[in-house]
């Protein structure tokens, strides 16, 4: 079933913004688009933390929760950032009280789309 949510920003490529399938849903990557003013924060602090509420947007569409998510994985085109996308996602999870975070890979990238710093995808799972 595919998933969608004004509440995250519009997909601008031939794909969705998530799949379900029964108990699993795969949330195509989001970039820091703020989905009402279409701004994207200048830090990667503040990009990651938006990153994730455009997820936490079509988990909660899928009827999802945060604590279903089971993988992510980042691009950044900054790895030396690295320690400012840990403290937003962290930061992120300790609100939604998940303390056992998401199995992650990180990758650094030449380039994302509208010249952004991070995209993060994810899997979640639910029992």
Do not use: W
């Not at 820091?32 to 909660?60: C, E, G, H, Y």
């Not at 010249?115 to 979640?124: F, L």
């Amino acid at each position: 079933m595919k998933i969608y949510t004004k509440h995250a920003p519009k997909v601008f490529g031939p794909y969705s913004q998530a799949i379900k399938i029964n108990k699993l849903l795969m949330i195509s990557g989001q970039i820091p688009i703020n989905s009402i003013s279409k701004n994207i924060p200048n830090n990667i602090s503040d990009q990651t933390f938006l990153v994730l509420n455009n997820i936490k947007a079509i988990i909660k569409k899928s009827n999802f929760s945060i604590k279903n998510i089971i993988k992510t994985t980042i691009f950044t085109t900054c790895l030396d950032k690295i320690n400012d996308i840990n403290h937003s996602y962290e930061n992120f999870f300790m609100q939604e009280n998940i303390l056992i975070f998401p199995a992650r890979s990180c990758v650094e990238v030449s380039k994302l789309p509208k010249n952004v710093k991070i995209e993060i995808e994810a899997i979640a799972f639910k029992k």
